[in-house]
C-alpha cells in the first residue's frame, strides 16, 4: 500500500517555529517531484512549495511563505522536510505532502499530484 504520512504539526505562537516531515512507503518517491499544500479554515487547499526529483535542486515557493518556509528531501528515505521559522496566524491550515510521479505542467494545481498523505493540523495563535 502506497502511504505519505505528515507529522510535526501542532499549536504554536505567532514567530516560532516548526519541522514538518512527510514520510512516503510502499514505493520510492525519489523520481517524483514532491510538493506541500495546505487548506486553511473554511478556505480551498492552496500550493506552498515543491521540490523537484532524486537531490531536490529546484525549490520553489509561494510568495505568502517565501524566505520563511524551506523545504528538503531525503531521498534515500523517502522523506521530504518542510521547515517552517517565523509563523504567522495565518499560516494555520492543514498541511499535505504530496508527490507527483509524472509530468507535470503546473506544479501548483493539486490535480497534477498523484499520491496524498492525510495532512497535519497547523495552528499559529496571535
Known amino acids: 500500500q502506497v502511504q505519505l504520512v505528515e507529522a510535526g504539526g501542532r499549536l504554536v505562537q505567532a514567530g516560532d517555529s516548526l519541522r514538518l516531515s512527510c514520510v512516503g512507503s510502499?514505493?520510492?518517491?525519489?523520481?517524483?517531484?514532491m510538493g506541500w499544500f495546505r487548506q486553511p479554515p473554511g478556505k480551498e487547499r492552496e500550493f506552498v512549495v515543491q521540490i523537484s526529483s532524486w537531490s531536490g535542486r529546484t525549490r520553489y515557493y509561494a510568495d505568502s511563505v517565501k524566505g520563511r518556509f524551506t523545504i528538503s528531501r531525503d531521498s534515500a528515505n523517502n522523506t521530504v522536510y518542510l521547515q517552517m521559522n517565523s509563523l504567522k496566524p495565518e499560516d494555520t491550515a492543514v498541511y499535505y505532502c504530496?508527490?507527483?510521479?509524472?509530468?507535470?505542467?503546473?506544479?501548483?494545481?493539486?490535480?497534477?499530484?498523484?499520491?496524498w498523505g492525510q495532512g497535519t493540523q497547523v495552528t499559529v495563535s496571535s
Open positions: 510502499g514505493r520510492t518517491f525519489s523520481r517524483d517531484l
Open positions: 504530496a508527490a507527483a510521479s509524472g509530468y507535470t505542467s503546473d506544479y501548483t494545481k493539486a490535480y497534477e499530484y498523484d499520491y
